[in-house]
T-cell receptor, first 111, second 113 residues
Framework: KQEVTQIPAALSVPEGENLVLNCSFT??????LQWFRQDPGKGLTSLLL?????REQTSGRLNASLDKSSGRSTLYIAASQPGDSATYLC??????????FGGGTRLMVKP | ETGVTQTPRHLVMGMTNKKSLKCEQH?????MYWYKQSAKKPLELMFV???????ENNSVPSRFSPECPNSSHLFLHLHTLQPEDSALYLC????????????FGNGTRLTVT
């Protein structure tokens, strides 16, 4: 059974800081790991999908890394902006694309 | 407009009512999912359909009944719900069941009174 944990649960930073969100998972036999963003009252937006054969994936100011052997992934956000304020969710599959989600990290970037 | 549309956005129903949630995707995807998001709990996978066939039923009570008439539409039929079923119900789709990102709708906020 896959279990996903995200640390910290909440984070508040001033604008411009670089920050790292952490995700750990228990079953390393995964095809991929996915990061999502959720704004209040909205659905999830896919940010990055890292294939199991990859070590990292980048999109703009976001960089996600994957270490299957240690069961860890990190999401790095460079030069944070107030518009980055949201909840960030990590998800690892327990089979195929059947995702198990972590509890999320609620990020607040202050102007 | 997102590629995945859910209706209604909000729903209030009594415990004896019957209602349905609707999801439609315009992305040409072959897999569709229902997730439940309760306050202070991680998202929970409820049902998965691939090419209109159910491939996962995650021990969901029978008062929730999914239907997938074609690869673009997914329904969740609700009857005799409990107050603890109040949550945000999210629909998602993906190109296939392996290695393709999920695209979510904005959800239906359900309140059971």
């Amino acid at each position: 059974k896959q279990e996903v944990t995200q640390i910290p649960a909440a984070l508040s930073v001033p604008e411009g800081e670089n920050l790292v969100l952490n995700c750990s998972f228990t079953d390393s036999a995964i095809y991929n790991l996915q990061w999502f963003r959720q704004d209040p009252g909205k659905g999830l937006t896919s940010l990055l999908l890292i294939q199991s054969s990859q070590r990292e994936q980048t999109s703009g100011r976001l960089n996600a890394s994957l270490d299957k052997s240690s069961g860890r992934s990190t999401l790095y956000i460079a030069a944070s902006q107030p518009g980055d304020s949201a909840t960030y969710l990590c998800a690892a599959p327990h089979a195929g694309n059947m995702l198990t989600f972590g509890g999320g990290t609620r990020l607040m970037v202050k102007p | 407009e997102t590629g995945v549309t859910q209706t209604p956005r909000h729903l209030v129903m009594g415990m004896t009512n019957k209602k349905s949630l609707k999801c439609e995707q315009h992305l040409g995807h072959n897999a569709m999912y229902w997730y439940k998001q309760s306050a202070k709990k991680p998202l929970e996978l409820m049902f998965v359909y691939s090419l209109e066939e159910r491939v996962e039923n995650n021990s969901v009570p029978s008062r929730f009944s999914p239907e997938c008439p074609n690869s673009s539409h997914l329904f969740l039929h609700l009857h005799t719900l409990q107050p603890e079923d109040s949550a945000l119900y999210l629909c998602a789709s993906s190109y296939n069941l392996y290695n393709s990102p999920l695209h979510f709708g904005n959800g239906t906020r359900l309140t059971v009174t």
